[in-house]
T-cell receptor
Framework: QQQVKQSPQSLIVQKGGISIINCAYENTAFDYFPWYQQFPGKGPALLIAIRPDVSEKKEGRFTISFNKSAKQFSLHIMDSQPGDSATYFCAAVSGAGSYQLTFGKGTKLSVIP | EAQVTQNPRYLITVTGKKLTVTCSQNMNHEYMSWYRQDPGLGLRQIYYSMNVEVTDKGDVPEGYKVSRKEKRNFPLILESPSPNQTSLYFC????????????FGQGTRLTVV
């Protein structure tokens, strides 16, 4: 059973455009939602994260929007650049001392000039 | 430099020949885990360890073993590899706490023929 559903599987955006990746979860015990960025040949690295008591978090060109009632969250990349081309994974962690990351299947983003 | 080091980076082996992929972290992290990454399936957790001598199964543990005799090391053992274990493997570590960052190694690309 896939606990975190991510879409789209791939995304092509023109330079300067907005990239939007969506995730949905079912487990209400999840209470930390990080996004990881992975470049080819590298391991994933933390990009930005949010707790469910916050509806939005912004770091530079990257914004997470969180809708607790709908159990959905999304990553917005403003002014997308070719250097943003990577695979993006949403993830979720449940509380109560758990360190387990449950990942979505990933979105391959290509930003074309 | 804080890092998670995996070895080897690339490995081609034959069915049934036991192998070990090593993982070492220099951040004194309590939590370590192994993932496999397959196209269209994202990152799936194999095993995790919350501290020395404490390990548990993740989502896809079949065919794998782990041990945690020292805090810094968490090797992944394939006692009898099969072609369906051909994959990209990542080791990760993190400190205690819910909203902690997971640090990933560079990955090990394993091919079983």
């Amino acid at each position: 059973q896939q606990q975190v559903k991510q879409s789209p599987q791939s995304l092509i955006v023109q330079k300067g455009g907005i990239s939007i990746i969506n995730c949905a979860y079912e487990n209400t015990a999840f209470d930390y939602f990080p996004w990881y960025q992975q470049f080819p040949g590298k391991g994933p690295a933390l990009l930005i994260a949010i707790r469910p008591d916050v509806s939005e978090k912004k770091e530079g060109r990257f914004t997470i929007s969180f809708n607790k009632s709908a159990k959905q969250f999304s990553l917005h990349i403003m002014d997308s650049q070719p250097g943003d081309s990577a695979t993006y994974f949403c993830a979720a962690v449940s509380g109560a001392g758990s360190y387990q990351l449950t990942f979505g299947k990933g979105t391959k983003l290509s930003v074309i000039p | 430099e804080a890092q998670v080091t995996q070895n080897p980076r690339y490995l081609i082996t034959v069915t049934g020949k036991k192998l070990t992929v090593t993982c070492s972290q220099n951040m004194n992290h309590e939590y370590m885990s192994w993932y496999r990454q397959d196209p269209g399936l994202g990152l799936r957790q194999i095993y995790y360890s919350m501290n020395v001598e404490v390990t548990d199964k993740g989502d896809v543990p079949e065919g794998y073993k782990v041990s945690r005799k020292e805090k810094r090391n968490f090797p992944l053992i394939l006692e009898s590899p099969s072609p369906n274990q051909t994959s990209l493997y990542f080791c990760a570590s993190s400190s205690e706490g819910l909203d902690t960052e997971a640090f990933f190694g560079q990955g090990t690309r394993l091919t079983v023929v």
